[in-house]
């Protein structure tokens, strides 16, 4: 993966179905996170949705026919002025939810969402076994801090 380092601005593009969370926020927290990584010129896409349609994405790409937090999709290609990193979707019925049960906010729920997800787009998979899952759980924590 790429990182354009001494050039442009980064682009982040939030569409949501659904939701009261503010998509400049979701911008805010998004360019920390690839500012925190020293990455320039990179484009970023973030759908907030609901569980009926990541459940949808889940069963289509993963084979897995159920709803889930969050998905993230490393493309990893130029774009025009910018170099697409991926897009991450998370769920907002899922974020609820889990948010409730751990006790926090909405809005805290979405930002470990939001840096889980940006995790896998730098290329790290916690599903790969006991040491790629210790590496990911040490980057996302770091980031969780750094914000």
């Given at each position: 993966m790429k990182s354009l380092r001494g050039q442009r601005k980064n682009r982040i593009l939030v569409r949501k179905?659904?939701?009261?969370?503010?998509?400049?926020?979701?911008?805010?927290?998004a360019e920390s996170?690839?500012?925190?990584?020293?990455?320039?010129?990179i484009e970023i896409s973030i759908y907030l949705t609901d569980d009926q349609v990541i459940r949808e994405l889940n069963k289509n790409y993963r084979g897995k026919d159920k709803a889930t937090d969050v998905l993230s999709f490393i493309l990893d290609e130029p774009a025009g002025k910018y170099h697409l990193l991926g897009e991450i979707v998370i769920s907002l019925?899922?974020?609820?939810r889990q948010a409730k049960d751990l006790g926090h906010s909405l809005e805290e729920e979405?930002?470990?969402l939001l840096v889980h997800g940006f995790v896998?787009?730098?290329?790290?998979?916690?599903?790969?076994g006991e040491e790629e899952e210790r590496v990911f759980k040490q980057v996302e924590e770091k980031l969780i801090k750094s914000l």
């Open positions: 179905d659904k939701g009261k969370i503010s998509t400049g926020w979701i911008k805010t927290i996170l690839l500012n925190l990584q020293g990455m320039q010129g019925d899922t974020a609820e979405i930002k470990r896998h787009l730098l290329g790290y998979d916690h599903e790969l």
